[in-house]
């Protein structure tokens, strides 16, 4: 069997080094060796959207990603997210508006959402919609995930609806 | 509404501060939000193993031989258990309810013995330390299988030429059903237009985010077994493991943390769980299996592969005369385990038809084994085949004497007026709203406006199109579901709520939450009639340990069955808090209220005296109260329908859409919806499941399909190549309410989960009929996919 390798990389703010296969994708290895089961697999082959993490700054399918491949990297996951207060708003929209059920595409569509709104200010429902096109939900139709990032845009850039 | 009135004039309902018809936020999201929820892929227990089956790559195969040396061999692994070996520990089921009379099934092992019946079926068990080594191992194991025929097409199923799947069985077919009502020979005859099609339905699943997960574990010290599982149905598990594994249902505690997606998909039991019941008393140590994405689309209970033949008559004023159909539905090698694999095909013919005052109707469906993945109940069983049906033959009766769809449905559907009164196939209806309903869809899509518009487009060769689908839903059902076919599923559920040393009142129910809202309507329901505010009521649910006995989340029935049994146990709870505080405040129970957390003078609200002062003076000081006062702060009560067998709601969608008929594609502009769920209890809720119901339709209507080869190998078991709705396809969609309470309850409320998901796919059919119209096209075939639209206009 392959060695293990030793990793150093930064997930949420925490320096973290570790000990892990090469073949471990990023997603096993936030949920199972860190216990950040905030990420969450549901497909293991890059189209659900429910791993997606922040790597560097840019959104990415942990599933897709080698835990290896992240050695010197800053790795931030939903728990980093909700601790830093960066998305307080956006999830009080999600709470509001009931743009949650079983709450297990949640943590990927927040990431998702969030990216958007960094790049794009005020985004139409069009652009929202097709920004989160990668990340799947079976229980909300979209419509309310939709509607409370559009108003957190909207609050961010001091209007409201 | 007939909800008793109190002595001021109020219902329990509508009393000051009450939660009831109010958008209130979910409680306890910042979990999920968080990412701090508690799956069960979540989940390690100390000395956890874990699971990975080895599937057959046959749809029909014996099993020769299995050869695990070298699997056994690999460091980590902990066992490798087949069908035989674990049949010591656990007995073969048979999914049959004697109420589906004739219905019939082979036995089915968790783990197959001797022979594999669908691609996908497990063959062995590898348990490992973890997950990746158990994979390894798995590719270490050698099974000789011999090839044998495989059962594909339903109708070749019935052909005397077929092999059939379970020779003592003598044919495939595990089920009929005729039914004839009325005259419908006579009423054809004396149709001035008869029309008749051939619909066919894409086998389609459930496709939850979270797979399906179990982590078992047998304490052998305590004799117990503790399943945490994402169940809908935690006692139904209990009673199932129990009986299997040789157990008292005291011996198995059964807990349903959170949940990734349910539809319906949640509320079996599938073999490869009670092979990890199994291997957990087998091993003595907790065990974890979490199926993979193609381990979902193999093994996931599929639904919908029906084709129906369907026929209707009607006047040229418009008036049906009579349908008339012939199902056909595939459901896979066995009838699955315990609600059966007729009761899809079995609502198909007891919906059909069901908006409309026809009384005329003949119906028979067929139900066949295949060497296919196992085929159940999905959201909505039935609803969306019947509806379909229906509608899209109203529409093409409507087409042919040259009659609106909006008015062929108005002189058809049941009048408001007209209830109580009952289906040709004997379902009873209490209250209905359909004409209501109708109305109130055509304002809210200004039909005529849109009507215009398409007549407009129409000379710009834009094709735009309108389909109407009127319909009804099943919900609250009593024991006529399972209960009386001898299945040990309950239809009653109970609340137990008590107040605490600090006034807040904990709340244990036994129904479940998937996000339906389950916890927040049990808390709104509590808070209002106790006059307690929501923050300080919480909820347990999905333990059975720790909740009353009952069904769960399914069939519509939370709101309307577990909401009741709160409501009723809430007024027990009020009247003895109220006995207490009228002792310590020296008056009377009437003169008395609570509201915001406080005993208040009745008369004018005044507040007394705190509710956590009634609580410390309750627990701590009870030496203060008059000798013989004994306070009774807790209060259990349970509800099931007696009157009527199921609550039936209903409703009328429509879909507004684009064909593109150069390529094929259909782009979803608007979809509105009309439901009558009786009384809402938290309207944003409400409205959020029936835009996820019509989005699940909408995904079976144009994307959803299982597409199976005919050797029966499923071709698409992944998510890039099983297409679901997506954000950037679904439109949005405008919910309207009629409001008809059930008088079963005091509470008035049905069910909303299903009727989204029942009347979404007819929409959207009727409106690519309509915009296919000048083409002379008509497409009765779902998903519509390009390429069936495509070959339906000639162009490829």
Redesign the interface.
């Known amino acids: 069997m392959t060695a293990h390798v030793t990793i150093s990389l930064d997930v949420n703010g925490e320096r973290v080094d570790a000990q892990v296969?090469p073949?471990?994708n990023l997603a096993d290895f936030l949920?199972?060796h860190l216990?950040?089961?905030?990420?969450?697999?549901?497909?293991?082959?890059g189209?659900?959207g429910?791993c997606t993490v922040r790597v560097n700054g840019d959104i990415v399918r942990s599933c897709l990603m080698l835990a290896v491949q992240a050695q010197n990297a800053s790795v931030v996951?939903?728990?980093g997210l909700?601790d830093s207060g960066e998305i307080a708003d956006l999830?009080a929209a999600?709470?509001?508006?009931?743009a949650?059920?079983?709450?297990?595409?949640?943590?990927g569509m927040?990431m998702a959402a969030q990216d958007l709104l960094r790049l794009e200010a005020e985004p139409d429902?069009e652009q929202?919609?097709?920004h989160?096109?990668?990340?799947?939900?079976?229980?909300?139709?979209?419509?309310?995930?939709?509607d409370a990032v559009e108003t957190t845009a909207r609050t961010r850039m001091g209007r409201t609806l | 509404m007939t909800a008793p009135k109190n002595s001021d004039g109020l219902s329990v309902l509508d009393r000051p501060n009450s939660y009831i018809g109010k958008t209130v936020?979910?409680p306890n999201?910042?979990?999920?939000?968080?990412?701090?929820?508690?799956?069960v892929?979540?989940m390690?227990l100390p000395r956890m193993a874990n699971i990975v089956f080895l599937r057959s790559p046959h749809a029909h195969a014996k099993i020769i031989e299995i050869n695990a040396d070298a699997a056994k061999r690999l460091p980590g692994v902990i066992a490798v258990v087949t069908g035989k070996e674990l049949a010591a520990v656990i007995t073969p089921w048979v999914g049959v309810l004697s109420h589906l009379k004739g219905l019939k099934s082979a036995p089915q092992h968790a783990i197959a013995i001797d022979r594999v019946c669908w691609q996908g079926e497990a063959v062995a068990a590898i348990v490992a330390t973890?997950r990746?080594v158990a994979e390894d191992a798995a590719e270490l194991v050698h099974v000789t299988y011999q090839e044998l025929d495989a059962v594909t097409d339903m109708q070749a199923a019935l052909d005397p030429a077929t092999p059939v799947i379970h020779p003592s069985l003598g044919d495939n077919l595990a089920f009929e059903r005729n039914f004839d009502a009325g005259a419908v020979d006579q009423a054809f005859a004396d149709s001035d237009a008869v029309v008749e099609a051939d619909f066919i339905f894409g086998r389609h699943t459930?496709?939850?985010?979270?797979?399906r997960a179990v982590v078992a574990d047998w304490n052998v010290a305590e004799a117990r077994l503790t399943i945490y599982q994402g169940t809908q149905a935690p006692h139904m598990v209990q009673n199932l493991a129990a009986l299997h594994l040789g157990l008292e249902e005291a011996q198995v505690r059964v807990v349903c943390k959170?949940?990734?997606?349910?539809?319906g998909i949640k509320v079996h039991i599938y073999a490869d769980e009670m092979a990890t019941y199994a291997l957990a008393k087998l091993l003595r140590r907790p065990i974890k299996f979490v199926a993979?994405?193609v381990e979902s689309f193999n093994t996931d209970i599929h639904a919908r592969d029906h084709r129906c033949w369907g026929k209707i008559g009607v006047k040229r004023d418009g008036t049906i005369t009579a349908f008339e159909i012939d199902d056909l539905t595939g459901i896979g090698p066995y009838s699955m385990y315990p609600r059966t694999s007729a009761i899809e095909a079995n609502q198909v013919v007891n919906l059909i038809g069901g908006p409309y005052t026809s009384k005329n109707y003949r119906a028979r469906a067929r139900v066949v084994f295949q060497n296919k993945n196992v085929m159940c109940q999905y959201r909505a069983v039935g609803h969306p085949i019947a509806c379909s049906v229906t509608e899209e033959l109203v529409d093409l009766a409507a087409m042919k004497i040259g009659m609106d769809p909006v008015e062929i449905r108005r002189r058809n559907l049941i009048p408001d007026s007209g209830y109580p009164c009952a289906a040709p196939s004997g379902l009873r209806f209490e209250l209905l709203s359909h004409h209501a309903s109708l109305n109130k869809l055509i304002g809210m899509m200004d039909y005529d406006a849109l009507r215009a518009e398409q007549a407009t487009l129409r000379a710009k060769n834009i094709h735009r199109g309108i389909g109407i689908a009127s319909f009804i839903e099943v919900t609250n059902p009593s024991a006529a579901f399972y209960g009386v076919g001898g299945a040990k599923i309950s239809s009653q559920d109970g609340v137990a709520m008590r107040m605490d040393a600090t006034g807040s009142i904990i709340c244990q129910t036994s129904i479940t939450e998937?996000?339906?809202?389950s916890e927040s309507l049990t808390a709104q329901i509590v808070g209002s009639v106790l006059g307690v505010s929501m923050q300080r009521v919480r909820v347990i649910l999905g333990d059975t340990d720790n909740t009353p006995y009952g069904g769960g989340t399914w069939a519509s029935r939370g709101a309307g069955i577990g909401g009741e049994a709160a409501l009723q146990a809430a007024k027990i709870l009020r009247k003895n808090i109220l006995e207490v505080a009228a002792v310590i405040l020296q008056s009377s129970p009437a003169e008395l209220d609570i509201a915001d957390n406080a005993i208040v003078n009745a008369n004018d609200g005044t507040s007394r005296i705190e509710l956590k002062e009634l609580a410390r003076i309750v627990y701590f000081r009870p030496d203060t109260l008059p000798p013989g006062i004994q306070p009774e702060l807790m209060a259990t009560r349970h509800f099931v329908p007696r009157e009527y067998p199921f609550a039936f709601t209903n409703g009328v969608q429509a879909s507004w859409l684009e064909v593109d008929t150069d390529t094929g594609f259909i782009k979803l502009l608007k979809h509105w919806v009309v439901e009558d769920c009786g009384t809402i209890i938290n309207p944003?809720?409400v409205d959020?499941q029936i835009?996820?119901?019509?989005?699940?339709g909408l995904g079976a209507a144009l994307f959803e399909k299982c597409i199976y080869d005919d050797r029966g190998q499923l071709t698409n078991a992944?998510?890039?190549d099983y297409l679901?709705?997506?954000?950037?396809?679904?439109p949005?969609?405008d919910v309207g309410h009629v409001v008809s309470p059930t008088s079963e309850t005091e509470l008035g409320a049905k069910g909303a989960g299903e009727a989204?998901t029942a009347g979404a796919a007819a929409a959207v059919a009727n409106a690519v009929n309509d915009a296919l119209r000048p083409f002379g096209a008509t497409i009765t075939e779902i998903p519509l996919t390009p390429q069936v639209v495509l070959t339906a206009l000639g162009r490829i």
Do not use: K, W
């Not at chain 1, 990668?134 to 995930?145: E, L, V």
């Not at chain 2, 959170?258 to 539809?263: E, I, P, Y």
């Open positions: 296969l073949r471990l949920r199972e216990q950040l089961t905030g990420t969450h697999v549901g497909c293991e082959h189209v659900c429910a996951t939903i728990e909700s999830q999600f709470r509001d508006r009931n949650l059920q079983c709450g297990f595409c949640t943590p927040l429902r929202i919609r097709e989160l096109s990668g990340n799947y939900c079976r229980c909300t139709g979209y419509q309310a995930i939709i | 936020p979910r999201l910042d979990r999920l939000m968080q990412g701090r929820g508690l799956y892929s979540d390690e973890n990746a459930g496709v939850t985010l979270e797979p959170d949940v990734g997606g349910s539809f993979d994405r998937q996000g339906q809202g944003q809720l959020e835009r996820g119901g019509v989005v699940q992944n998510m890039a679901v709705p997506m954000s950037c396809e679904m949005d969609i989204g």
